[in-house]
């Protein structure tokens, strides 16, 4: 599952430097380029690059089973539905939606709250893989 993360953080990264050239071609073009398309941009730039840190850290606590799925599916649903959110309610006017930032957030935020858990209980591996995680988890 780390490799979900790893792959997920790549694919934001690409998908924020796609977004950056046309914020780009519309700075250039037109001379502005809308805020909610700067701040999407950025979520999605920032939550990417945890989401990489992210899967190298489950494997470094040696998360497994149940807790490792959470912490896997939570932070990609938040990574990617948080800016996905921002720029179809935004972009789009459809402010209906603009509410679910705050659960796509609680997403990101109980990921985080489970890792300090996990980083304040367990000593990080020494390099090894983790003992009980099985092949089938990446």
Sequence with gaps: ??????????????????????QFTLLESSGAVPPWLIGGH??????????????????????VGTLRTAVVGLFVVGQWLLPLTIWIGQGFRLFVLMPTTFLWALCLITTMLIMAWKAATVSPATGDPPSTAVPGDD
């Design 1 to 22: 599952m780390s490799r979900i993360l790893k792959t997920s953080g790549f694919l934001g990264l690409a998908t924020m430097m796609v977004v950056g050239v046309y």
């Design 42 to 63: 950025a979520h999605l730039g920032v939550l990417s690059i945890l989401a990489i840190v992210l899967g190298f850290t489950v494997d470094a606590f040696e998360l």
